[in-house]
């Protein structure tokens, strides 16, 4: 079965310009997450939806990042315009979660590797 | 308090070690406990979910102590391969929501 597909594995971008990037979920997964990961702060998380919708949003640093999921196998994480300090590796997971409560088993993609330069 | 917290590491170690990982906790009404490892440069991947009661996975055995709040990860006979950096991961219940919380990981190397 496929896994959480993202795209672009590898991006440099200059700083300022507009980076997007995709997930595709493991199909039947009904909570998507984006998380990015650096040296300093870990793993953090930026936003996650169930159902399609946004459930919580306070990870997103600024005005600058923004992400939808327009239907159940599709979301992006756009970040306009882009800077430096947004350099990291972005994941996407996703989980079969009827419970956020509870918590669930998530599943990761193999992420986005962005360099701002 | 940050909400999870572990030891960074590393923890370097003999090939046949026993290495033992801990972790604490803020949220006293967490539910669910994880241990996720990670390859450098990879994917975090579910390593072991941690159960009440203690469990035990091969050379794996994972601990909850709700009282003191803290997780455990004790890897025995250690492999070449078991070096990684190990995540301790908790779910933080808010309201109706809830989503889970990484730890920033111990790193294990395991030496020949």
């Known amino acids: 079965d496929a896994g959480v597909i993202q795209s672009p594995r590898h991006e440099v971008t200059e700083m300022g310009q507009e980076v997007t990037l995709r997930c595709k979920p493991i199909?039947?997964?009904?909570?998507l997450f984006w998380y990015r990961q650096t040296m300093m702060r870990g793993l953090e998380l930026l936003i996650y939806f169930n159902n399609n919708v946004p459930i919580d949003d306070s990870g997103m640093p600024e005005d600058r990042f923004s992400a939808k999921m327009p239907n159940a196998s599709f979301s992006t994480l756009k970040i306009q315009p882009s800077e430096p300090r947004d350099s990291a590796v972005y994941f996407c997971?996703?989980?079969?979660?009827?419970?956020?409560?509870?918590?669930?088993?998530?599943?990761f993609g193999e992420g986005s590797w962005l360099t701002v330069v | 308090r940050k909400e999870v917290e572990q030891d960074p590491g590393p923890f370097n170690v003999p090939e046949g070690a026993t290495v033992a990982f801990n972790c604490t906790y803020s949220n006293s009404a967490s539910q669910s406990f994880f241990w996720y490892r990670q390859d450098c440069r990879k994917e975090p991947k579910l390593l072991m979910s941690?159960?009440?009661s203690g469990n035990e996975d091969g050379r794996f055995t994972a601990q909850l102590n709700r009282a003191s709040q803290y997780i455990s990860l004790l890897i025995r006979d250690s492999k070449l391969s078991d070096s990684a950096t190990y995540l301790c991961?908790?779910?933080?219940?808010?309201?109706?929501?809830?989503?889970?919380?990484f730890g920033k990981g111990t790193k294990l190397s395991v030496k020949p």
């Open positions: 941690v159960y009440s």
């Open positions: 199909s039947g997964h009904n909570s």
């Open positions: 991961v908790v779910n933080s219940p808010r309201g109706s929501q809830g989503n889970l919380i």
């Open positions: 997971a996703s989980s079969l979660a009827s419970d956020m409560r509870s918590g669930s088993t998530i599943y």
